[in-house]
């Protein structure tokens, strides 16, 4: 089965629509950020701190973490002493 994307098809927010609805929803940011800009950065240590649990499980995905499969005997002995 051949992905849209190889088929020329455009991804949603370049189309028409997408762009409008993202023009959109900035322009509703704006404003709701400007009437309520005591709330939100009021709040923005506690979304910083929110924030680091989802980084660190979205950042160490990639590290191998689980098997010790071919990259751990590759890996053994490149690292500084």
Known sequence: MVGLHAQG???????RTGIAVIGFALIAAFYILREHWGHAFGALPYLIL???P?????????????????????D???GAK
Not at 59 to 65: A, D, E, S
């Open 9 to 15: 098809a455009r991804s949603w927010w370049r189309t």
């Open 50 to 52: 929110l924030a680091c």
């Open 54 to 74: 989802l980084l660190h499980l979205f950042m160490h995905h990639g590290h191998g973490h689980g098997g010790g499969g071919q990259n751990a005997v590759s």
């Open 76 to 78: 053994r002995g490149t």
